[in-house]
């Protein structure tokens, strides 16, 4: 399928009202936006191939006047209650502005399928209405080159909402030639490779050109952070290159940390690493740097 449209910035919003879920099984090229909305639910399969200007699937759903009038700068609303989105493995989402996710519950992938891949300047995953965020993949990358950073967003919302983030996992927050990007994941409890032995999940928003600050990774959960096993270990990077600083790392858990560290954190050189939690429950069997005259603080 494909959608020819006026401008890069042009939306086609797709409702689909069957009462079924959507199954997207095969490529989908436009030069615009194209947005897809069924509260029924939406399943990307093995073979989707999505290359577009932005993509968006909602399981809640917009109003035409928000959408017809919201586009392409004003805040959108959706609302109601929807059923979950899944995209399997194998399954691509490659855009130039943004991939947007947003239903009762978003699984990408699965812990040792080999995952799905996203790839666009901005990527955004939110779970509403108790569902939960499951992370299989393979590898995504938020790149871009100029200066716009290329920035992560999971965010699962209300009670009993966790970000799970499995297996052989990569989140890649990068700017294309000067920094780090902005990855920033919210939920109650969140999980980086906690169940998955022999696999390594890594969140990096290193500067990887020849010069560039490192960007910022923020973890926050009202409940609990639970990361990485002697076996599964998970690796937090937000390094600078060629005499760019380090940037910013930090792990909050707001009622009952729970934190087995046995990967790496790292900020170097001259970032700031914080993790915070309330109960003494953090026991680190990995690695801490910021580097010299860079700041570690527990809290």
Known sequence: ??????????????????GSGSIINGTLTANGRVYILNTAGVTLGSNAVIATAAFAISTLDVSDSDFLNGFPSSV???????????????????????????GNGVTLGTPTGGGAAISAPYIGIASSAGGTVDIGLALTLPTINGT?????????????????????????????????????????????AWHNLLTTSTLDASSHASVGAG???????????????LLGPAHFFANGTGGGLGGNIIVFAGHAFQLS??????????????????????????????????????Q
């Open 148 to 192: 716009t950073l290329g920035n992560i967003h999971l965010l699962s919302v209300t009670n009993a909402n966790d970000v799970q983030i499995q297996g052989n996992t990569i989140l890649s927050a990068q700017q294309g030639n000067l920094a780090g990007g902005q990855m920033d994941i919210s939920a109650q409890n969140i999980e980086v």
């Open 215 to 229: 960007g910022n990774i923020n973890l926050y959960a009202t409940v609990d952070v639970r990361c990485s096993t």
């Open 261 to 298: 560290l046995a990967g790496v954190i790292q900020a170097e050189p001259l970032g700031t690493i914080e993790i915070a939690y309330q109960n003494d429950n953090f026991t680190n069997l990995g690695t801490i740097q910021a580097g010299t005259v860079g700041q570690i603080s527990h």
């Open 1 to 18: 399928m494909a959608f020819a449209q006026p401008t890069p910035l042009s939306a086609a919003l797709n409702r689909d009202v069957s």
């Open 76 to 102: 959108v609303h959706l609302a109601g209650w929807g059923d979950g989105i899944t995209v399997l493995d194998g399954a691509k989402m490659v855009a130039s502005q943004h991939v947007v996710l947003v």
